[in-house]
């Protein structure tokens, strides 16, 4: 494969004109703006607005990459607009807009926000051990070009979300937890985000992480804690760019769970020896000893003995997510999030109860509860795998 650009600098705030002055940098690394980004094309730009948190939670992507962003494509002379497919709607998805600052970016800049859930959907074929169609968006099928602005986190069930995982989100709505039940463990959960990827990837433009603030721990949401990251990165080639990350982040890259789909099928470099770096030294960014999510070690079993743990000492070996009931304000999204229909309602409390049975694993409860009322256990044998202890 080709070299790719990797481009990343020092970063400690999110001061507007020094966040326009980097990404403008990394943007240039990649050529010519007017070639990059075509004058009158409409660009969807891909945030990460994971649920109703606002900008310093890290959680989701920060207004003021977005408002660098918006600028450099209005100054190419094209048409930016934003859009992402939130979880946790139960006020609405303009409740989501306002607590994550977009709402008001969007009035301030004069641009567009897109619902992806009101604009419809197309049926797309994918080539996937359990799914065989998948719906996406109309958003990606009505734009010219995209720019993917993920946030940089870890994550219960992928071990980190960047670049490529926030594809995931031009799956409007529930159909969101049809394809998790399909695709129940992390390695078949890679292979529909490769798919994914393979067919954004023809549109997309460039990827820009917000590094300046994230999330360690137990991401990708209120669980993990904030981390201070010192750095904004981008790349045309989206799977290198994760490869860096996942670098930095002390993770060997090569045979990484999430990227192994898209190295086998081409779809990006996740060789570090083919990136060409241009930036800051990356001794100046904040990766050292970055806590992963205590889930890491799952990722790290090959799929059939996972299955065969599971399957034959599951009462013995298990990470499984668990409700702390003062916490608990039964507002049910859980129970609505959960793809294996896992958690019931309790008769008398009318709380949400985890069935342990049923439950597949995937924590997609505890990613959108807005309350930190699920916590991840784990059975002591487990534990004693788990070298990133609780604190």
Same mark, same amino acid.
């Given at each position: ?10 970063? @400690? ?21 007017? /070639? ?63 607590? @994550? ?7 301030? !800049? ?12 197309? =049926? ?50 529930? #159909? ?8 129940? @463990? ?8 490769? =798919? ?5 990837? !023809? ?60 190295? /086998? ?59 702390? /009931? ?17 958690? =019931? ?21 505890? !990613? ?8 991840? #256990? !784990? ?9 990133? /202890?609780?604190?």
């Amino acid at each position: 494969m080709p070299k790719t650009i990797v481009s990343a600098y020092h970063c @400690t705030d999110y001061s507007k004109d020094n966040i326009y002055d980097i990404v403008e940098k990394i943007v240039k690394s990649f050529g010519n703006l007017f /070639e990059i980004i075509k004058p009158k094309s409409k660009v969807l730009l891909k945030l990460n607005l994971l649920s109703a948190y606002t900008p310093d939670q890290a959680i989701t992507t920060h207004p003021e990459i977005v408002r660098a962003v918006i600028n450099i494509v209005r100054k190419a002379g094209a048409i930016p607009v934003l859009g992402d497919s939130p979880g946790n709607l139960v006020n609405g998805i303009e409740h989501v807009w306002e607590k @994550t600052g977009m709402l008001q970016l969007a009035k301030e !800049e004069n641009v567009e926000l897109v619902n992806f859930e009101a604009c419809g959907c197309v =049926e797309v074929s994918i080539q996937h051990p359990t799914i065989k169609q998948i719906y996406i968006t109309k958003a990606v099928t009505d734009c010219d070009a995209i720019i993917n602005l993920p946030k940089l986190k870890t994550h219960t069930f992928m071990g980190f979300t960047c670049g490529v995982k926030n594809f995931y989100g031009v799956v409007p709505g529930a #159909r969101k937890v049809e394809y998790h039940k399909l695709s129940p @463990t992390p390695k078949e959960f890679s292979y529909l985000l490769s =798919e994914i990827y393979r067919m954004i990837r !023809e549109k997309l433009l460039f990827t820009i992480v917000d590094g300046v603030w994230g999330l360690e721990g137990n991401g990708p949401s209120l669980s993990g804690q904030k981390r201070k990251y010192n750095i904004i990165a981008g790349s045309q080639d989206t799977v290198m760019l994760d490869s860096f990350i996942l670098n930095r982040l002390g993770i060997n890259s090569k045979n990484n769970l999430l990227l192994k789909p898209l190295k /086998e099928k081409k779809l990006g470099n996740t060789d570090l020896e083919n990136m060409i770096y241009i930036g800051d030294s990356v001794s100046s960014f904040n990766f050292t000893k970055t806590k992963l999510p205590v889930t890491k070690f799952l990722n790290l079993l090959p799929s059939w003995i996972a299955r065969f743990v599971t399957k034959y000492f599951g009462w013995l070996f298990w990470v499984k997510p668990h409700i702390i /009931e003062k916490k608990c304000v039964g507002c049910l999204q859980c129970m609505k999030s959960c793809p294996a229909k896992a958690i =019931e309602k309790d008769k008398k409390s009318l709380k949400p109860v985890i069935r342990k049975d049923k439950c597949i694993g995937c924590f997609c409860c505890h !990613e959108l509860c807005l309350h930190k009322a699920i916590e991840i #256990r !784990e059975s002591f044998i487990a534990s004693l795998f788990i070298k990133n /202890e609780k604190k």
